[in-house]
DNA sequence: TCATGGTTTAACCAAATGGTTAACAAAGGT
DNA sequence: ACCTTTGTTAACCATTTGGTTAAACCATGA
């Protein structure tokens, strides 16, 4: 009975994950969490004490996580292009490691942009190993063909999470189309994406 | 007083549609519904039984106008390139009209899948008009090179979808790097798309 | 052994929330 | 004028839900 001790804070915060980023912010009971976790109601209160801080822990570590991968941290005397492949992979295989995880900041995101901010502003963001940083300066020395790096980093980004975002949506428009849908052969995707960008960086496409 | 008459259900719903896009199922209360239409509590359950089956109404015809804009309708005679073309250009402005669509459905989506293939089904989708069966077409008669049509989907879509879906992301992504971001501007990436459409669908390019 | 302090629980509480009721108002047909 | 139907409201109700409390539990050190 008392084998838990330490762990129970753990055990709750992994009980939280899984039902706010299932039901959202909202939709989560705190009784589902307590069921989740195998505790009473009470004992949430006795670690976080309420909903709103248990919920802003989980919400603050998947935002914390999400970009942080967002760096670019390859090594850097490689090409850039290359960079941008090693970005591109570690984006699409950290997200499907943690399926939900996009939509569930997309949802929280987009229904309380204060918290978003406020969150957001507590993450260390270092300009130096963002993405667009590398673009610019890929661009001002010619290493990269001249284009919009926020164009060109929108459509990364999109090509990599949306699939995940809108897999309920895919598999229904494949259906109706009579087509097998693989839910999980991300290889093919990263492959269409490693085209796109070396498409859009390499110059010999000019 | 009695100036509205029949007009208070188009009023309730408008209001619905306003408070559920923002707030989701959970989060909406139905109090807060009756203050956007400005009437009663008790006139929403006059009008629409219950919270579930006014949600229903506008999941439903949100869903409905979503995936009414995925029929390919333009001219038979048009190559297949220009008419992947048009299809993205009235994707992304029907997405810029309506921008908490995507999110709205992504979010109710994923937390109600079940009702989701409910009301999917109750959609007639022509296999004729879909995109899927244009592609395919397309590479069997030799028009198009051969690519993975599902693959080459999602990546149209995701490029189309997920800047409107995640929106406040980006505006972080690009403050924190500095750079100047203009929400609005949707032709330049409508061109990143085309380039991509001509890039990938262009037999010239092989 | 037993006192102590952190941990856990059952029972409880107050507020919020979806939904109902009964009465009232307006309009229209007779 | 009056009855019926439709639309609208204030007040109310039952349940759910986040949160609290007081007591019990249990490991440990004096």
Redesign the pocket.
Same mark, same amino acid.
Do not use: V
């Given at each position: 009975?008392?084998?838990?001790?330490?762990n129970?804070?753990a055990t709750i915060l992994e009980a939280a994950k899984h039902i706010f980023m299932e039901k959202g912010l909202y939709g989560?009971?705190?009784?589902?969490i307590?069921n989740q976790a195998?505790? *009473? /109601?009470?004992? !949430?209160?006795?670690?976080f004490? *309420? /909903?709103?801080r !248990?919920f802003d822990e989980v919400f603050g570590g998947a935002l914390e996580r999400y970009f942080q991968n967002m760096d670019i941290i390859s090594d850097e005397t490689l090409p850039i292009i290359e960079r941008v492949l090693t970005y591109s992979n570690r984006f699409v295989h950290f997200l499907a490691e943690y399926p939900q995880m996009s939509i569930f900041l997309i949802k929280e995101i987009s229904s309380n942009q204060a918290l978003f901010h406020l969150k957001v502003n507590g993450i260390k963001k270092d300009k130096k190993y963002s993405l667009l940083t590398l673009l610019n300066e890929g661009i001002r020395n010619g290493e990269l063909p001249s284009l919009d790096p926020v164009v060109f980093l929108m459509n990364l980004h999109s090509m990599c999470a949306y699939p995940f975002v809108a897999a309920p949506i895919f598999q229904v428009i494949c259906q109706s189309s009579g087509v097998q849908w693989a839910d999980s052969n991300h290889e093919k995707l990263l492959n269409s994406i490693h085209d796109f960008i070396h498409f859009k960086l390499s110059k010999s496409n000019l």
């Open positions: 009975m008392k084998l838990k001790d330490q129970t804070e989560a009971r705190m009784q589902d307590a195998g505790i *009473n /109601k009470a004992l !949430l209160h006795y670690y004490r *309420n /909903k709103e !248990l």
